[in-house]
């Protein structure tokens, strides 16, 4: 029989109790970590411009076949705002962005295409105690295109129906990872559900491509 099992204050028992406080106490350090450094996220102003092309009347009559076209094309940013709620510096802190990006075309004779475009960006900071540091997003872009094509009619007679088509670029939402020594400390995303929009959207485009 191993005595030393029965002995209230043996050297096992007491180096399995300060096990176990070690382990906590790190639990919540890690805990605290976490909550340390946080990160909001504000739209920035954005630009824009609209330009109109219609070819399809001349001296008042339609031309056949032409296209006229309304576009508006711009640009939008994001301000990532990282506060420190501690009391302490922290270093060698990462943001890392992610703006989901998605183009939808739409036709009067085809199937509606959606494509997505992740911009993504990094970069590492310190923090000085209930300091706060703030990141800009590269200019996103953002447009509506929208254009109508006239019918017309071929010298010999054979008529072409008219077409629609219209294509949308928007910022479907965004995510951003707070990472600390490579590992993520904090996920800050612009919904509950963006990651499963996004997982929906890129299947979607996989499967018209």
């Not at 350090?29 to 450094?37: E, G, I, K, P, Y």
């Not at 076209?69 to 009391?87: C, E, K, M, P």
Request: proline fraction near 5%.
């Amino acid at each position: 029989m191993n005595i030393s099992l029965l002995i209230p204050n043996s050297p096992r028992k007491i180096f399995l109790r300060l096990a176990s406080c070690c382990l906590i106490a790190v639990a919540g350090l890690s805990a605290v970590a976490r909550a340390d450094v946080t990160a909001t996220v504000d739209k920035g102003q954005s630009s824009s411009a609209h330009k109109t092309t219609d070819p399809t009347l001349k001296n008042g009559k339609q031309v056949g076949g032409a296209t006229s076209t309304d576009t508006i094309t711009g640009s939008v940013f994001y301000t990532i705002t990282v506060r420190n709620l501690a009391d302490t510096p922290v270093k060698g802190v990462t943001i890392e962005y992610h703006i989901f990006n998605r183009t939808l075309t739409t036709s009067s004779n085809s199937p509606a295409v959606v494509t997505l475009a992740d911009i993504t960006n990094s970069s590492t900071i310190d923090l000085d105690p209930n300091g706060r540091k703030t990141i800009e997003t590269s200019d996103i872009p953002k447009s509506v295109s929208n254009s109508n094509k006239a019918p017309n009619t071929s010298k010999k007679g054979v008529s072409t129906p008219g077409t629609s088509s219209s294509t949308v670029t928007s910022v479907m939402g965004w995510v951003v990872y707070i990472k600390k020594s490579d590992k993520t400390i904090h996920t800050i995303p612009s919904s509950d559900t963006i990651l499963d929009e996004v997982d929906r959207v890129k299947k979607a485009s996989m499967a018209n491509s």
